[in-house]
Nanobody
Framework: QVQVVESGGGLVQAGGSLRLSCAAS????????MGWYRQAPGKQRELVAA???????NYADSVKGRFTISRDNANNTVYLQMNNLKPADTAVYYC???????????????WGQGTQVTVSS
């Protein structure tokens, strides 16, 4: 009923930039949070940046000043502009959308399939 699709990953040299996109579609009444996590090999999934309930943003300390999250509410889309990339940013990046299907329903988290970001040194 809800699809979350990421795009924009790839291979980039250290110091370079990438822009990730994520669109949520389907039977969506409301989204109260949407953002990005990442998971590197052998590590747990961690928050990168997200819009949380109320519209404020959260960023991981490791990306502050380098990554910027933005959104297009009309199209249920979020973007992650990643600048000054480092090899430590190499991971699969996952988008999530916390979606209510009807008025008064609770929000459920839906995940995308992930997009690989590889930063070479």
């Amino acid at each position: 009923q809800v699809q979350v699709v990421e795009s924009g990953g790839g291979l980039v040299q250290a110091g370079g930039s990438l822009r990730l996109s994520c669109a949520a579609s389907g039977n969506i009444f409301s989204i109260n949070a949407m953002g990005w996590y990442r998971q590197a090999p052998g590590k747990q999934r961690e928050l990168v940046a997200a819009f949380i309930s109320g519209g404020s943003t959260n960023y991981a300390d490791s990306v502050k000043g380098r990554f910027t999250i933005s959104r297009d509410n009309a199209n249920n889309t979020v973007y992650l502009q990643m600048n000054n990339l480092k090899p430590a940013d190499t991971a699969v990046y996952y988008c999530h959308a916390d979606v209510a299907l009807r008025s008064g329903n609770r929000f459920y988290r839906h995940w995308g399939q992930g997009t690989q970001v590889t930063v070479s040194s």
